[in-house]
């Protein structure tokens, strides 16, 4: 790892940027991103990164930005591996394939922390953290807002629910959706999940996935989508076919979704922020660098919002 600086010349400043006990002046942290292109989530999170990054004496950020694309990344990875940075921070595209790349990282002595959602389960002997939501528990807490809801309706023993799921290989998606498959059948056995089809983080698309839903089945109690963003697609759908009725439940919720929720249209989500995401990340780069213990699966809450409890959140800025 290459620790720049690191003459001992260590000021007030930078320790208290850094927690108390800073070995060297400046931190080099480098970060390549999913795709901020693709949703207000990823856009709010790369302004609250760079903000808190130039608020920070101790670091100096590297910013970069996949579009989406797994080779781009890939190359992003080489390329701050070639510049020594001093820590990696990655927002997977794939949880899958950018394993070689973040092993490279390791091997050359850059700690890697995965941001948002995690790489996957091969991968983790190569990094030193994973900062962000429990998308595991996310999903599990979607299906018991839209089982409480049924419940609440009298239609527990009889609803049927279409999921629209992530981006596929994304592991956000999968894990969003298995947190959901295998929590409702606990708190709501009887109720049918009777088709999954992705909407890839997209709006457009989780409308017209909402759309082939509609045409194919007269009977649809419930939707579950991956967030917010494709909830409202679907929402619009259903709005346009005049099928009223629907609950609708994401799993991070996004301005459209509050602002759905208070016109009644849109049950409930999962709170989560963007800018506490962007930040947790930086501070565990900075806790690794600074040799602090940190958990390998670090955490933040992520509670349940719904039209009952929505007064206690704030609106969210994405």
């Given amino acids: 790892m290459n620790i720049r600086n690191a003459l001992g010349l260590t000021t007030a400043a930078a320790a208290l940027a850094l927690g108390g006990a800073a070995a060297a002046e400046t931190w080099t942290i480098g970060i390549t991103q999913n795709n901020v292109g693709v949703d207000s989530y990823q856009t709010t999170y790369e302004k609250a990164f760079i903000a808190a990054?130039?608020?920070?004496?101790?670091?100096?950020?590297?910013?970069l930005d996949a579009g989406g694309d797994v080779?781009?990344?890939?190359?992003?990875?080489?390329?701050?591996?070639?510049?020594?940075?001093?820590?990696?921070?990655i927002w997977p595209t794939n949880g899958e394939a950018v394993i070689p790349a973040v092993r490279k990282a390791q091997n050359a002595g850059i700690p890697v922390i995965v941001t948002n959602s995690n790489i996957a389960e091969p991968g983790f002997d190569f990094v030193a953290s994973f900062s962000g939501p429990d998308n595991i528990?996310?999903?599990?807490?979607?299906?018991?807002?839209?089982?409480?809801?049924?419940?609440?309706m009298g239609i527990e023993n009889e609803a049927r629910v279409v999921q629209i799921s992530g981006q596929p290989g994304y592991t956000t998606a999968i894990e969003r959706a298995q947190g959901f498959e295998e929590r409702l059948p606990e708190v709501?056995?009887?109720?049918?999940?009777?088709?999954?089809?992705?909407?890839?983080w997209n709006r457009e698309k989780s409308q017209k996935v909402m759309e082939a839903f509609l045409v194919k089945y007269d009977d649809i109690d419930g939707v579950y989508a991956g967030d917010d963003n494709m909830g409202v697609g679907a929402l619009n759908a259903a709005k346009a076919a005049g099928r009223e009725g629907i609950i609708f439940v994401g799993a991070t919720n996004f301005s459209v979704?509050?602002?759905?929720?208070?016109r009644g249209e849109y049950w409930g989500s999962i709170y989560?922020?963007?800018?506490?995401d962007a930040e947790a990340a930086l501070k565990t780069a900075i806790d690794v660098l600074n040799g602090d213990e940190v958990p390998f699966l670090n955490y933040f809450d992520t509670p349940k919002i719904t039209q009952d409890n929505m007064g206690d959140f704030t609106k969210p800025v994405f």
């Avoid at 990875?77 to 510049?83: F, P, R």
């Avoid at 996310?138 to 089982?147: F, K, N, P, V």
């Avoid at 979704?257 to 208070?262: D, L, S, T």
Wanted: hydrophobic share 40%.
């Fill in 53 to 63: 990054a130039e608020e920070n004496d101790a670091v100096e950020a590297v910013v």
């Fill in 188 to 200: 709501c056995p009887n109720v049918t999940l009777v088709e999954t089809q992705p909407g890839d």
């Fill in 257 to 262: 979704g509050y602002e759905a929720m208070e």
């Fill in 137 to 152: 528990t996310q999903g599990s807490r979607s299906a018991e807002i839209m089982c409480d809801k049924f419940k609440a």
């Fill in 272 to 276: 989560q922020s963007p800018v506490d």
């Fill in 71 to 89: 080779a781009r990344q890939i190359a992003q990875m080489e390329d701050l591996i070639q510049q020594e940075v001093d820590a990696i921070i």
